[in-house]
């Protein structure tokens, strides 16, 4: 019994294995070639959503660029819109796809705020006086962050 045992897996062992003696894996043309239109699809898609068409984002400006626009009185927006965001930071960037690609997103922020992009990303740019004050006035302490406030400074908490 043990010589059939013995036998029957010797034969199993050949039938699995092509005539250079090394285990083959036979994988359907038709598998291959799905799989890549897939990862095409993926790359492709990828690659359309990380950059948005020129001038139809978000019109960020910085808080230096704040002071410039038109106030309330002369017909400008009262809403602000800030976000803190860095360029080294994961769940900015996820966002910076996603929602600020958005036209929907975009239509509103453009149309009801003054959207002013607080850059974090190196430490010379959070030391800034202005940036410092803006972080501390609305206790940014983590990234991403957006904060909606008058154009006066007020904001709810």
Known sequence: MAQTDAAVTTAEAEQKTDSGGTNTLKIPTWFIAVVLVLISVRVYAKLTQMAAPPG???EWITLTQLDKTPKPEAGGKDLVLYEFTAAWCPPCQKR???EFRSSKIIKQINTYFVPV???LTTRAQSE???????????????IPRCVVAL????FGR
Do not use: N
């Not at 800034?128 to 983590?142: A, G, N, R, T």
């Not at 154009?151 to 007020?154: D, I, N, T, V």
């Open 151 to 154: 154009r006066s400074g007020e």
């Open 128 to 142: 800034l006086p202005e940036v410092k004050q803006i972080c501390e006035k609305f206790d940014v302490s983590s």
């Open 96 to 98: 910076e796809r996603i």
């Open 56 to 58: 139809k984002g978000v």
């Open 117 to 119: 992009r607080v850059d």
